[in-house]
């Protein structure tokens, strides 16, 4: 949520989960992958939340 403002289906993937109520807010990587695997995610998408998994780890060590 917090790559909002990214670029690209980073961008567009954290704009979804912000307005999806589903979306698992306080969940981990994993419980964002249930979330992409129960809304029948396409490829981008999936490539998306791992660039934005390995940017977060990136920023907080």
């Known amino acids: 949520m917090t ?3 990214a670029g690209g289906f980073i961008g ?3 704009n979804a989960a912000a307005i999806d109520r589903t979306f698992p807010r306080s ?3 994993e419980a964002a992958r249930k979330w992409l695997q129960a809304n029948r995610a396409s490829g981008d998408d999936w490539e998306a939340l791992e660039d934005a998994e390995s940017k977060w780890i990136a920023l907080t060590g």
């Open 27 to 29: 969940g981990d990587v």
């Open 12 to 14: 567009q993937l954290a």
């Open 3 to 5: 790559q909002r403002d």
